[in-house]
């Protein structure tokens, strides 16, 4: 019994001298990387151009020139043209009751600009300025009023090339006299009345 109890005890001790055994350092899995090439990092309208950049509703990437900034965030052209399209009510015919209203009104106004340019001279550039405000303005309601207050996307271009077209004859009758004054004062009226224009139909 004596024997046993000292042979186990010497091969106790000879367990606890063996050197410890070696643990194996953990193997981490790492995730593979994704594919960048099946996501495109270029602009959906410039392909040449490189971005991170994304669209908060369609999730295409866009670059700076792209990017239109709206209080949730930056969105791309196409879904601010999509949003846009719910405010516009205007019908396909109103352009055509947009000319017919807008031509003859640009005519009558830009036939008094020059009558009143032709024969005030100097005086007649400060009336210009106030008058500008009031005839274009008066000629934006007049469309909007007889499209019954719809609008339309491309509304203020058709008002606003009325106005250029009835000009042009004017313009060229003032180079050919040389008239100075019918010149400067129409070239008011056009820069001038078309902002009001946009401003009013947009």
Known sequence: MLERTAQSNGDLQQTLLAEPPTIEPEQFI???EADQSAYPLTCYRHAAVQ???RCNRCNRHICIKCARRTPVGYRCP???RQQENKFYTGLVW???IAALVAFPLAFAIVVGF???LFEFGFISIFLAVVGTCWVSGFMA???HWAVRRRRSR???YVVAGALMIASVPFLVL???WLDIFSLIGLGILLVGGIKIIFARLY
Request: charged share 10%; proline share 4%; hydrophobic share 45%.
């Open 114 to 116: 020059w009558y009143v």
């Open 30 to 32: 790492s995730a593979p």
């Open 51 to 53: 971005t991170g950049l």
């Open 174 to 176: 003032s180079l050919l």
């Open 141 to 143: 309601d007049a469309v």
């Open 78 to 80: 196409d879904c601010i």
């Open 94 to 96: 109103d352009y055509l």
């Open 154 to 156: 491309y509304l203020g």
